[in-house]
């Protein structure tokens, strides 16, 4: 039986690293962008694709919106 270990995808990597860049937490992430701490962990391991979100997502944390499409592609 596997354990709850959640990893991440590509593209919560690069969120998550742009978290800790702009000294931002999951949880102040997540209301900034209108969603709970647990959906945001869903769209960082892939459990749900977030597309409501990403754009948002996107603006908030100023990523390259190019970078995250190819993510989203892989």
Do not use: C
Request: net charge positive; charged share 25%.
């Amino acid at each position: 039986m596997k354990g709850k270990g959640r990893r991440l995808t590509p593209l919560g990597k690069y969120i998550s690293k742009a978290l800790v860049d702009k000294g931002m937490a999951k949880k102040q992430l997540a209301a900034t962008v209108g969603t709970s701490p647990q959906y945001l962990s869903y769209i960082l391991n892939g459990t749900k694709s977030g597309k409501k979100y990403v754009p948002e997502i996107v603006r908030v944390l100023e990523l390259d919106p190019h970078k995250v499409e190819k993510l989203l592609a892989a």
